[in-house]
């Protein structure tokens, strides 16, 4: 009883604190907040979303325009899944397909050494003529090999990247093309990816929450402002012929990334389809979580900071669209990550005696701007529904978000920064790392 007596003492004396420290010591304490946090991903965030809606609602003549043009001409489209053992997943993701709105595609699986029964699956699928062609590397060279040659058989005008492990809504496939007959310099079309096994776990849960936020919710946000810098390879569309003139994919984490950058830089648009859903299973466990973000971790330093820096840079094929999308990524994900850190670092070490009263009370700053952010993710939301279950693991973000992923990515960064750590990573064969590291890319 009296441990119960003492903890609502301590929750009195928060907000007791939050109430009597003034102006000046407040902003002092919790200037991260306010400075940082709430102005980019409440307060901005929800006026661009307003601002999307209205655009929305005054193109939807030319999106219905772009759809019946789409449909007459009928192109065909290439949908190429590479992977590494992947078997398990393959039957169900061309079920789904099969059951698209749009039909004119073909299928091409490229199986990139796999050691699994993808062969005897595939040459299943083959038979049964439920996929147009199966492609297998004998020797695995990595995913980005194995989406080329994928791209080297394809026939259609456009070409989309899906991994084995997806699903999708009925008119995806048609959704996700439609926006390449509303705009011609339109190079990427990003899908919406959203958790498939949200249901799993609490870590798949926090997940798909997560994705709610940052594809459903941000990259509407970067798209409208033009800044967008990845389209995720579990569902993109591209143009074939702008791949075919820098020959595909390049090895390495994040090419999906890479990529995106390589056709902005061509002076393409990469644009955001909200309504093109894609169903992705996310890690379910933390070390294969882990080493995922690590993997996406690095890709920023690998990528941004020293492949493409030439984007910063003022020369005569300087785009400040692209410029922007890359300040906004590196600011965002890694100075402020770092920033972050300083800041707590500074709390428990110049403010001890106080930090007791200013932890806890940004951990309910957190909590109320993620309900905020939710509130938004539900008002654009097509499974408003299913997705309003998800709000009870809201007061968990903060712990996963703010301090878990803050920590794994810090390590990534340092140990791509210092190491260049992406090369010795097994998600792609060391030789073709090796020869990556050799030429630079």
Known sequence: MNEIIRYFSEFSD?????????????????????????????????????????????????????????????PLLSIIVPGKDEGKHLVKLVNSLKEQTYKNFEIIIVDDGSTDDTPTICRNLLKRGLITRYLRNEVRGGKASAANLGLNYARGKYIIHIDADSSFDRDAIEKIIIPFYMDRRIGIVAGNVKVRNASDSVLTSLQAIEYLKSISIGRRITSFLGILRVASGAF????????????????????????????????????????????????????????????????????????????????????????????????????????????????????????KFIIPINYLLYCLSNFVQYIMILAVSERRKDELKLAIYLPLMPLYMGIYMRFVRTWAYITELLFKASYRDPWNPKKVSDKAKEIGI
């Open 236 to 355: 993109g569309a591209f143009r074939k012929d702008i791949l075919l003139r820098f020959g595909g994919w390049d090895v390495g984490p994040g090419l999906d990334g890479d990529i995106t950058v390589k056709v902005r830089k061509l002076n393409f648009k990469v644009y955001f389809e909200p309504r093109a859903i894609c169903f992705t299973s996310a890690p379910s466990t933390f070390s294969g979580l882990t080493r995922q973000r690590i993997r996406w971790g690095r890709s920023l330093v690998r990528f941004r900071l020293r492949k493409h820096r030439d984007i910063f840079l003022p020369n005569q094929n300087f785009n400040v669209f692209n410029f922007l999308s890359s300040v906004e990524n590196v600011f965002y994900s890694l100075l402020l990550n770092v920033n972050w850190l300083l800041y707590i670092g500074d709390i428990f070490i110049n403010l001890p005696h106080t930090a």
């Open 14 to 74: 928060i907000f007791l604190f939050w109430k009597t420290v003034g102006f000046a010591k407040f902003a002092r304490f919790f200037w991260f907040f306010f400075i940082f946090e709430l102005p980019r991903y409440v307060l901005f965030d929800f006026l661009v979303l307003v601002l999307f809606g209205v655009k929305s609602y005054f193109t939807r003549k030319k999106y219905r325009y772009a759809r019946d043009l789409f449909f007459k001409e009928s």
